[in-house]
């Protein structure tokens, strides 16, 4: 993708028009927990963002944090990990250089969790990597 973002928490509004972005909200020193920015799978700019969504207690009964896509700013988020077998702890997003021209643009990426084995048996996990966008963009 290209034309990274960092929407507000809670499906901030993506323009659609990828020739006048914003990048509110990145910070140059602390993580994000959602990214935005457009996808050229498709052959056209499409708008996608992802989002950790952290559990908590609904009517008494606890809920698994999760990653959730959502492709449009009018579209429903949809969940990309299990809520059954997997509970997301956290989700930050360290972005670098979104503005065109600032440097390659980049996403440090770190998700902590715990996986269900067996009924029983829980194991925890960490994950990091590093997303680069793939269209130039040094100064």
């Known amino acids: ?17 990828p020739e006048l972005p914003s990048y509110p909200n990145c910070s ?9 920015f457009y ?21 008494g009964i606890e809920t698994p944090g999760y990653i959730a896509k959502k492709t449009t700013s009018a579209g429903t988020p949809i969940e990309l990990t299990s ?4 509970d997301i702890k956290s989700m930050k997003l360290y972005v670098n250089n979104p503005a065109p021209g600032a440097g ?9 969790g715990e996986a269900k084995i067996l009924d029983n048996q829980v194991t925890q996990f ?10 130039l963009n040094l100064p």
């Not at 809520?83 to 997997?86: A, G, N, Q, S």
């Open 1 to 17: 993708g290209q034309y990274y973002q960092c929407p507000s928490p809670g499906w901030g509004s993506l323009s659609t028009d």
């Open 83 to 86: 809520t059954t077998d997997v």
């Open 104 to 112: 390659q643009p980049s996403i440090f990426l770190i998700i902590t």
């Open 126 to 135: 960490g994950l990091q990597t590093l997303v680069s966008q793939r269209v």
């Open 39 to 59: 996808s050229t799978l498709s052959g056209s700019d499409v708008p996608v963002e992802y989002s950790f969504v952290p559990g908590g207690t609904d009517n």
């Open 28 to 36: 140059t020193s602390g993580s994000e927990s959602s990214v935005a």
